[in-house]
C-alpha cells in the first residue's frame, strides 16, 4: 500500500515512559492517518521488572526510584499529555501475561487498542495487569479471543524502553520523543 509506515515499537505496559511516547505516537499516528497514510505496527514486548511478585503501590516503587521530585515531573508530564496518572491506586505487576494479551490482539488487528487500553487500565484505572481475571475481562470488552497459543514477540536487542523504529531505520530511545518527531518519521515515508 502506498504510503505505508512500518513501525515497530518495543515497550512495557507498566513503564510509565513508554505510556508517555506510545500517547504521543498514536496522536501522530491518527494525524499520518488522517492526511492517508496507513501505519503497519508491530508491538514488540520487553519487561522492565520481569518475575516481579507485584502488587505493590506504584507510588511506594515511585518514590523509592525517582524520590518526590521524579514523582512531581512525571505527574506534570503526564499531565501535559492528558493522562490522568493514579499512582496511588496502581500496583506493580509482572506483565507477562499482559504481553501476552497483546500477541493475541496483535494476532486479531487489535494491537494499538490493547496496548493503549492496558496503559489505561494500569497508570490510570489502577488496575492489577498481573491479574489473569484482569486481563481476560479487559480481552472480552476489546473482543479479542483468548489463544494461550499467540506467541509472544520478545525484544531481545533493547536494555531500556520504549524503542520506536521506522521503515526498519535506526532506532529512536526514549520516553522524550515528542509528538513531533514521531509524526516526523511516519511522515517522511
Not at 2 to 19: E, P
Not at 27 to 42: I, N, S
Not at 157 to 183: C, H, I, M
Request: charged fraction near 20%.
Amino acid at each position: 500500500m502506498k504510503n505505508t509506515a512500518r513501525v515497530d515499537i518495543t515497550l512495557d505496559v507498566i513503564c510509565i515512559w513508554s505510556y508517555l511516547a506510545f500517547t504521543r505516537y498514536r496522536r501522530a499516528a491518527a494525524r499520518f492517518r488522517a492526511e492517508g497514510g496507513h501505519v503497519d505496527l508491530t508491538i514488540r514486548s520487553w519487561q522492565v521488572e520481569p518475575g516481579a511478585v507485584g502488587g505493590r503501590s506504584k507510588l511506594d516503587q515511585s518514590l523509592d526510584r525517582f524520590g518526590e521530585s521524579g514523582v512531581a515531573r512525571v505527574n506534570a508530564l503526564a499531565a501535559a499529555e492528558g493522562i490522568p496518572l493514579a499512582f496511588a491506586k496502581a500496583v506493580t505487576a509482572d506483565t507477562r501475561h499482559a504481553h501476552h494479551l497483546i500477541a493475541m490482539a496483535a494476532d486479531q488487528g487489535l494491537a494499538e487498542v490493547v496496548t493503549a487500553r492496558l496503559f489505561q487500565t494500569h497508570f490510570v484505572d489502577g488496575a492489577h495487569i498481573g491479574d489473569l481475571g484482569v486481563l481476560r475481562a479487559l480481552a472480552a470488552e476489546l473482543g479479542v479471543r483468548w489463544d494461550e497459543t499467540v506467541p509472544v514477540s520478545w525484544a531481545r536487542d533493547v536494555t531500556a524502553v520504549p524503542v520506536f523504529r521506522f521503515d526498519g531505520k535506526p532506532a529512536l530511545n526514549g520516553g522524550a520523543l515528542s509528538e513531533e518527531v514521531l509524526y516526523g518519521q511516519l511522515a517522511v515515508l
